[in-house]
């Protein structure tokens, strides 16, 4: 594999690679280079070609041709990694390298400073790409990253693109603090304090820095001879920020929610008040019953109970659909609040959980109140079975007969099943 082309360049002393990344050697061979270059000539042709020649007398002439794919691939020095290697613009590097001039493996524990450096300079890149504001592809294998700066009148450029190419020069930069990036980049600190706040402000730190950029300058060196810049410039405005936050727009958000909340739900139930007027009426035409003498009258005087039953129950659900969709509202309007309860300082915190249980208390109350009403629409037909069943008896006796009658058939139908 790749590594036994690295072990045999190695074995070999190192010799000059060509332009075409090829070598060539000739000399005497121990038993174990050897042995590698027989299991070299072995490897697929994705690791590049391995020919050798016994010359006799104990003397070997080994061609070797190094693989530049994706499989492995040699490079003759730092500056031709970097132009052949077009991921690194996006913050990758290649799987399997090796670096002539710096006699480093991608597979070697150890790694040179300049090495160490690169790795930095990708994660920067990385970084750099999660965090901006938006992705410019135009279909080439240029990165472009879109940072926008705040509105400003006195500032003309209003968008910062960075075309991420690297050069060598880049390297030349120390990138110290690159957590701060990625903790605002990362997907696991959602929920955690201000965090859209800090991502805004390293941004426009960001744009900013590129918008002082000399036209034709390299934009990737730039930002990294300007990181120490970005940050201090980061942490100073996140701290003038946090100074400045009053929580203000949070508690605007909650009082004016609670006012509508309240204003609508009155005036829905101010509405089932005034269509509930027709209750009392209705629960003393039950006592007028008794004054109607024939069949006819009763029984209408029946009917029109039953009619005001159905009509109160019609308006108290159509009434109790209105105020869930209120309380849906209510519930949307202060979910992205409360969601994020505990990232609040604890005196918001403890005023957020208070709206929180006092929201919880009124729904619980509605749906009491419901209840009640809808127990109290049903009196005036409730009232006009009770005085039908007195003026009837022969009620009872078809209601006894009836049941007799089911239970008998339900007799029946278990004892044909057993």
Known sequence: MFDDVVALYRALNRPNITPGY????????????????????????????????????????????????????????????????PKIAFGALPANFYVADLNYCSLDADKPEKITRLEKL???????????????????????????????ATKVRKTALAEIQVEEKALDFDLNHLSLLGLLASEGNANKLHLEERQLIIRSAIADSLAGAEH??????????????????????????????????????????????????????????????????????????DKLTTNTE?????????????????????????????????????????????????????????????????????????????WLTLMPTLGAAWKAWLRYPEIEEMLRAACSFAAAVINNIVNHIH
């Open 216 to 289: 034709g300058s390299n934009d990737l060196t730039f930002l990294c001879e300007h990181w120490p810049d970005i940050r201090r410039k980061y942490l100073a405005n996140f701290q003038a920020y946090i100074q400045n936050f009053a929580f203000e727009d949070v508690r605007k958000k909650i009082v004016d929610s609670e006012l509508e909340y309240a204003s609508k739900l009155t005036g829905a139930f101010g509405d089932i008040a005034g269509k509930l007027l027709a209750l009392p009426v209705s629960i003393a035409g039950v006592a007028a019953l």
């Open 122 to 152: 990708a994660q920067f890149i990385r970084l750099l790409s999660q965090i901006a504001d938006d992705k410019v592809d135009f279909g080439s294998r240029v990165n472009r990253l879109l940072f926008i700066l705040p509105t400003d």
């Open 298 to 374: 009763f029984i209408a005087g029946c009917v029109g109970l039953c009619l005001v039953t159905v009509v109160l129950l019609a308006v108290l659900e159509n009434v109790r659909h209105q105020i869930d969709r209120l309380q849906s509202g209510y519930e949307y309007v202060f979910g992205p609040v409360l969601g994020k309860v505990k990232t609040y300082p604890t005196k918001l915190r403890h005023e957020l959980e208070k709206r929180e249980n006092s929201l919880a208390r009124q729904a619980r109350l509605t749906r009491r109140t419901f209840r009640l009403f809808m």
């Open 22 to 85: 090829s070598y060539a050697f000739e000399g005497e061979l121990d038993i174990q280079t050897k042995q590698l270059a027989e299991r070299c000539e072995r490897l697929d042709a994705a690791f590049g070609s391995v020919e050798m020649f016994d010359e006799g007398g104990g003397h070997f002439r080994i061609d070797v041709q190094l693989p530049t794919n994706e499989q492995g691939r040699v490079f003759h020095s730092i500056a031709d990694l970097l132009r052949h290697s």
